[in-house]
Every structure is written in structure tokens, then in C-alpha cells.
């Protein structure tokens, strides 16, 4: 079954909090985000997303229902006001507001490059490997381009669409989400538990299948295997 790992201390200590009053340039308030798993977009429609207009900086956190809209006055937080996605129109007014990361993988930006040649430099042996052994020419060629587009979108932004299949290679210090969520302290009450179960194990086989199917075709690198973990029942 599938466990994704996480460095659950790097989620824990990665919050900005943004108040009414404070400095804090635009643009920086951006490459952070895009640090903490945020994706720049011309409209704010969904979680994880954020866009700056002029003096108007939007954002949809992680564990939130509305985006949150900040004005600023050159470099200084002048408002803070909660918006509805679909009407785009502000509503309720805060003094602050804590972001949340909006995903599990958060690298600092100078280990973008390192981590992204390490990528490439998987891949490259990968594909040697597999045509040392008479490997299909198109299934390397898939392969390498597979490699180089995610490796280009963790060079340039931090984070990329499956990269959990690298958290092995990406991540150092990383555990389960179940120990993540042991961590905190907190009790976790499922509802329905034969529900939930048999959602899980469908997500899990289908994740399972896939992986397993590229991992053969020589279309993941051995180093990525790690990304397929037991759960303890």
C-alpha cells in the first residue's frame, strides 16, 4: 500500500503570518509561497493557488473555505479581508491571518538546483541501466523526458505534479502521515471506518498498479521505489 513520507517538523515550523501594519514586499510574500507549495496564477480559483493585481495580493490556504485578499500600501499590509471565490468579492475583514503550507513537499530554494541535477543524474543512470540490458528505446526516451520535465519544475518553482514518487530522493528526514498526525498529540475520530477503509485501499491498489506498471517498464528510477511503503494494519 502507498505511504507517502513527509518531513512532518519542516510542515510544522512553516507558517507566515501576515498583520495589519506590517512590512512585508509583495514579491517576497510570493517566493515565499511558491517556497510553501503555492502555485502563481492570473486568478485565484482554488486551494493552494495566489495571484497579485496591482496593490491586491490573493491567496486560497490550506484548511480554509475563502481566499484571503490582502491590500497593501506600497510594502505595508493595509487590509485583510476573507473572499468569496465565486463572486470574487471581499468579505470579512481580519487584523491577521497564519498561511498554512499548501504542500507536503517544502524545500528550501537553494536546494532547488542540487535536488534537481541529483534528479537528472538518477535518471541518466537509469536509462544506461535499462539500455545495458536491451530496454525498449522508446520507454528510456519517456523515461528521460519524464525526468527533465520534473526536474526543470523543481529548478524553477520548488515543487512539481508527482513528486511523491522522489520524496526518497528529495526529502532526507521524512515519516508517514500517520505518524505526522500521532505527533501532534491530538485524537482522531474516523466516522464510518469500513467506508474510509475500503476508500483507502481502492486509492491505495489503484496508486499501487500504476507505480508498479511504470516502475517495470524502467519508467520510474529504482531510486523512486521507496515511494511504495506497508502500512502496518
Not at 484571503?68 to 470579512?92: C, G, P
Not at 543512470?125 to 526516451?141: P, S, V, Y
Amino acid at each position: 500500500k502507498v505511504n507517502v513520507r513527509i518531513d512532518a517538523e519542516n510542515i510544522i515550523n512553516t507558517t507566515v503570518t501576515v498583520r495589519l501594519g506590517k512590512r512585508l514586499p509583495p514579491e517576497d510574500l510570493a517566493q515565499t509561497l511558491i517556497s510553501m507549495g503555492y502555485v502563481r496564477t492570473r486568478e485565484v480559483e482554488g486551494v493552494g493557488e495566489f495571484s497579485k493585481r496591482g496593490d491586491i495580493f490573493d491567496f486560497f490556504p490550506s484548511g480554509s473555505d475563502m481566499g484571503v485578499r490582502l491590500s497593501f500600501f506600497d510594502d505595508e499590509v493595509d487590509q485583510i479581508k476573507l473572499f468569496n471565490l465565486n463572486t470574487q468579492r471581499s468579505e470579512q475583514q481580519l487584523k491577521e491571518f497564519t498561511i498554512l503550507p499548501a504542500s507536503e513537499l517544502l524545500l528550501p530554494k537553494k536546494e532547488w538546483e542540487k535536488l534537481a541535477d541529483k534528479m537528472v543524474a538518477i535518471g541518466d543512470n537509469a536509462a544506461k541501466k535499462a539500455a545495458a540490458i536491451g530496454a525498449d528505446r522508446n520507454n528510456i526516451d519517456t523515461l528521460l523526458r519524464m525526468v527533465g520535465k520534473e526536474s526543470e519544475a523543481l529548478r524553477s518553482g520548488g515543487s512539481f505534479s508527482g513528486w511523491e514518487k522522489w520524496a526518497a530522493v528529495l526529502e532526507e528526514n521524512t515519516e508517514s502521515i500517520l505518524s505526522f498526525v500521532r505527533g501532534m498529540g491530538d485524537m482522531v475520530y474516523v466516522d464510518e471506518i469500513a467506508q474510509v477503509r475500503s476508500r483507502m485501499d481502492g486509492v491505495a491498489a489503484d496508486f499501487e498498479a500504476r507505480f508498479r506498471n511504470a516502475f517495470e517498464k524502467g519508467l520510474v528510477p529504482a531510486e523512486c521505489s521507496t515511494a511504495l511503503a506497508k502500512i502496518p494494519d
